[in-house]
C-alpha cells in the first residue's frame, strides 16, 4: 500500500503531540516495520521543519528529527504539474490541494490527515490516523 502522510500527521509524531502522536506513530511506524510505503512531499518537507523548529527552538533538533523519518519515509517531488493541478482544482486550502495533486500524479492509495474534511472531491481516499488503522 501507498500512503502520503499529510504535515500535520508527521508533526503530531516528531513531536509527540497531546492526544495525537499514539495514532500517528502507529500510522508512521508501518512504513519502518512493513511492506507499506509511505511518502511525504517535499513542499510538505519545509513546512514540517519550519514548524518542528518553532516548537523545539533547536533548528539542529528539528534537522535530526526530519532526518531520522526520512530514513523510512520517501520525499516525493512537487512538480509544475502538480501545481497546476492543485490550482485547477479550486480548493480552498491550497496546500491541501497541492498534497492531493502530488497524491494522484504518484499513485497513491490514500492520504493520511488529521484534517479530511479540507480535502474536497477526492478520487483517493482521504483518511485520519484512526479511520487508516481501523481499516486495518
Known amino acids: ?17 497531546q492526544g495525537f ?9 508501518l512504513a519502518r516495520y512493513s511492506v507499506d510505503f509511505e511518502f511525504v ?11 518542528a523548529n518553532r516548537e523545539l527552538k533547536n533548528s539542529f533538533e ?3 528529527r526530519i532526518s531520522e ?4 519515509v520517501s520525499v516525493l517531488n512537487v ?4 501545481i497546476r493541478t492543485a490550482l485547477d482544482m479550486r480548493w480552498k486550502d491550497f496546500e ?4 492531493y495533486a502530488v497524491a494522484l500524479a504518484n499513485h497513491v492509495d490514500a492520504v493520511i490527515t488529521r484534517n479530511a474534511k479540507d480535502f ?17
Open 1 to 17: 500500500m501507498r500512503l502520503l502522510i499529510d504535515a500535520n500527521v508527521i508533526l503530531d509524531y516528531l513531536l509527540s503531540r
Open 21 to 29: 502522536s499514539e495514532q500517528a506513530k502507529q500510522v508512521i511506524e
Open 41 to 51: 512531499s517535499s513542499s510538505a518537507v519545509t513546512d514540517i521543519f519550519y514548524h
Open 62 to 64: 528539528a534537522q535530526d
Open 69 to 72: 523519518l526520512i530514513q523510512f
Open 79 to 82: 512538480t509544475e504539474q502538480d
Open 96 to 99: 491541501d490541494a497541492v498534497q
Open 120 to 136: 474536497e472531491r477526492t478520487e483517493i481516499p482521504v483518511l485520519t490516523p484512526a479511520e487508516f488503522l481501523d481499516a486495518l
